[in-house]
């Protein structure tokens, strides 16, 4: 069955303006309504995914969502990182890092966010080689001062953190 997709457009737009204007009880029947309509709506999950995610705090729902919104529409960039601040937030590397490689192959994606995310994830593993190795791939894929401060903070951080792990440094030979 065809849909007409700037019908959907135009309804996902509203949607998108409602979330922004705080009126997320108007989005959430908006969005359903499109998915509703049609199923194959990708965009709408994931709108619909961030609500639950931040609004509502239904990750279970929320992560489907994002699932669907991948499945229907993996050109859709913001579902890589929503999806992967959900999977972030809740300590679950394993499925992230794949989401992370994936993101890095769509046409569009906003890489220094990526890479950031990278970052994020092997710092909060203790990884912090790899955590300083991703924020400086953030810094050079970067244009944007404000963001390249962040991630030479992060870096920073991360240095901080590794340093506190490390035996302390006495001096001399041991027994003196």
């Known amino acids: ?13 509203q949607a998108d303006q409602m ?11 908006t969005l359903e309504e499109i998915i509703e309509e049609n199923p194959e709506y990708g965009r709408a999950y994931n709108h619909l995914g961030w609500i639950y995610e931040t609004k509502y705090r239904s990750y279970e729902d929320a992560e489907e969502c994002y699932k669907k919104a991948l499945q229907y529409a993996p050109e859709y960039t913001p579902v890589y990182l929503n999806y992967a601040y959900l999977l972030s937030n809740q300590s679950r590397f394993s499925e992230l890092e794949p989401l992370l490689d994936k993101a890095l192959r769509v046409p569009g994606a906003y890489k220094p966010s ?23 791939k953030a810094i050079f894929s970067s244009t944007d001062n404000a963001n390249i401060k962040t ?18 440094y006495h001096g001399g030979r041991a027994g003196e």
């Open 1 to 13: 069955m065809r849909h007409d997709v700037s019908k959907y457009d135009d309804m996902f737009f």
């Open 19 to 29: 979330i922004k204007d705080n009126q997320i009880t108007q989005a959430v029947k």
């Open 114 to 136: 990526i890479y950031n995310e990278y970052g994020i994830m092997y710092e909060l593993m203790e990884k912090f080689d790899l955590a300083v190795e991703y924020y400086k």
């Open 151 to 168: 991630y030479q903070d992060s870096i920073e951080r991360a240095n901080q953190k590794k340093r506190m792990l490390e035996p302390p």
